[in-house]
């Protein structure tokens, strides 16, 4: 039972450069989250999705998209990297009906240089 | 003023010390959460309560909603119990969760 798998683990970007970052799980969850994660603060939600195909802004969500074409997959996009991106990102899925319990993937360790 | 904050920020104890740390929010929630975040990096959910007192093998967490405070207590402290506590808050539009810095605790053997 995989959960919440994200790719890739790791990742070094130049400024400027693309990615997206994949967040799968196989629980059937109508509820995905994409968090970043800095020294010295809190976890911060970036985008979420409440439904395949329905996306909505987090607190930190400038320099980010989202998209949400099948139900298991979240992704989350930085069209043009910059240094203030590094971190460390987290994607978290819950059930409607597990009451806010959240499964968080093992993250993702972006480097922009 | 940050919407959860968290006590101690870094707690250093001896193997079998009784451990607490504490959680003030300043919101209204439906449900308080306590998270575990170990040195690898991955994040558990420890526990989700909306009032009293719930208990799982060594770990205790409360909630007082009229204080707006919550604790985690760790019983017979072990090394294997050294990572980061976060507590999180969750209610409003989407049920969005708010989360403290977390405290980072040491074990010592």
């Known amino acids: 039972n995989a959960g919440v798998t994200q790719t890739p683990k790791f990742r070094v970007l130049k400024t400027g450069q693309s990615m997206t970052l994949l967040c799968a799980q196989d629980?059937?969850?109508?509820?995905m989250y994409w968090y970043r994660q800095d020294p010295g603060m809190g976890l911060r939600l970036i985008h979420y999705s409440v439904g395949e195909g329905t996306t909505a802004k987090g607190e930190v969500p400038d320099g980010y998209n989202v998209s949400r074409l099948k139900k298991q997959n979240f992704l989350l996009g930085l069209e043009s990297a910059a240094p203030s991106q590094t971190s460390v990102y987290f994607c978290?899925?819950?059930?409607?009906?597990?009451?806010?319990?959240?499964?968080f993937g093992a993250g993702t360790r972006l480097s922009v240089l | 003023k940050n919407e959860v904050e968290q006590s101690p920020q870094n707690l250093t104890a001896q193997e079998g010390e009784f451990i607490t740390i504490n959680c003030s929010y300043s919101v209204g929630i439906s449900a308080l959460h306590w998270l575990q975040q170990h040195p690898g990096g991955g994040i558990v959910s420890l526990f989700m309560?909306?009032?009293g007192k719930k208990k799982h093998g060594r770990l205790i967490a409360t909630i007082n909603i009229q204080e707006k405070h919550s604790s985690l207590h760790i019983t017979a402290s072990h090394p294997r119990d050294s990572a980061v506590y976060i507590c999180a808050v969750s209610g409003g539009r989407d049920d969005k969760i708010i989360f403290g810095k977390g405290t980072r605790l040491h074990i010592l053997p």
């Open positions: 978290a899925s819950r059930s409607r009906q597990t009451l806010n319990i959240q499964y």
């Open positions: 629980m059937n969850h109508e509820y």
């Open positions: 309560l909306s009032s």
